[in-house]
């Protein structure tokens, strides 16, 4: 018998949505995961073993074949381009990476040189530089709806899903500069090597 | 009257760390942060403005002039050279970042590339390519210890303060690559037209 076939999620929500889209598709046996969250959990009846990972590590454990498949948001896809096969877009992780600036003050597009505080420093650049703002930007980790209260950035750009956040903080949307849903992302060596499993559950996926 | 001088500090263990040492050199009229951590945090009696910020995001924020001075980790600032001054070490944050491996797997040493994940690629490129091996990075933004157990690497850098994480998790301590602890970092701008009142702040820190 085979080794299982490895599959990285992002722990927390996606990987919620990802294994009862699984599961709605006949893939895994089960349709959640266990409220304690280990972080290897194995589905022995289908020869499946799910690794349960920070969202920003996916990439990197499917691009080294710690993983076989995974699941990720194209943002991050968009913004790190790792080194994998992107077959199947999904149905759910629905957001969209969006300008977003204090209420009222709009004055930040006339200036020569706009501060733009972010996670994603590549797409934001691309996306300014084409429209011919000067920027700096501005890479923080942390919470950036806070950045332009504490006087770091004029602008934010940051995922949205709701919009609940930015209201929150006393922000309005400008524009999305992405839009973006979960992706099935493959190893490129598990594409060659473990064709036919992986092929079997992109047309069960893709079926209905 | 001046606008305060505002201080970053990171959430969590070092801003308790830091707002007691400041208080027990006068320079604070509180020794602890009121439990519900809001961002900003005032201290009118002394002319100081605190902000909570990610660790990660301290660097950015005095680098940028969102505050003049920060408190941050030799580990985070040797890794990420903050256009920062750096005038103070202080007596807290003491840790190392430290290679380890699998208990009893001591045979990395003799591969022809050992793959070694980490949040520093940096410090962690310099250590091995100055002493000779062949390595491939694997960055990393979550649970670091729990890299070989996947299989996505063979060794760890990672920082380890007590070492019960590595225990924990099976790991052997090699050895130290860097050893740390907290540092004051000043503005470059605020060094200049806040001097006075920085100076003054840096000799009462280091008068005992």
């Not at 194995?42 to 990197?60: H, N, P, Q, T």
């Not at 194209?74 to 790190?80: F, S």
């Not at 706009?114 to 691309?126: D, G």
């Not at 084409?130 to 934010?156: K, M, Q």
Request: hydrophobic residues 40%; proline residues 4%.
């Amino acid at each position: 018998m085979d080794k299982p076939l490895r599959i990285a999620l992002p722990k927390g929500r996606m990987s919620d949505d990802s294994v009862e889209y699984f599961h709605r598709h006949a893939i895994t046996s089960f349709s959640k995961f266990a409220v304690d969250r280990e972080l290897i959990i194995a589905d022995k009846e289908k020869g499946l073993e799910f690794l349960l990972i920070r969202s920003k590590d996916v990439g990197a454990y499917v691009e080294q074949g710690a993983a076989d498949i995974g699941v990720l948001g194209h943002d991050v896809l968009a913004e790190h381009k790792f080194e994998v096969l992107t077959p199947v877009a999904l149905p759910f992780g629905a957001c969209r990476l969006s300008i977003a600036y204090p209420n009222g003050k709009t004055d930040w597009q006339n200036k020569r040189n706009i501060r733009v505080a972010t996670k994603y420093p590549k797409l934001t650049s691309r996306y300014f530089f084409e429209r011919g703002f000067n920027i700096t930007i501005v890479e923080l980790y942390g919470s950036i709806e806070i950045a332009p209260l504490t006087g770091i950035s004029d602008v934010i750009v940051d995922l949205v899903s709701t919009g609940n956040t930015l209201k929150a903080n006393g922000l309005s949307e400008e524009e999305s500069i992405l839009d973006s849903t979960a992706r099935l992302i493959v190893n490129p060596v598990s594409w060659v090597f473990r064709r036919a499993e992986i092929s079997k559950m992109i047309d069960t996926l893709t079926a209905f």
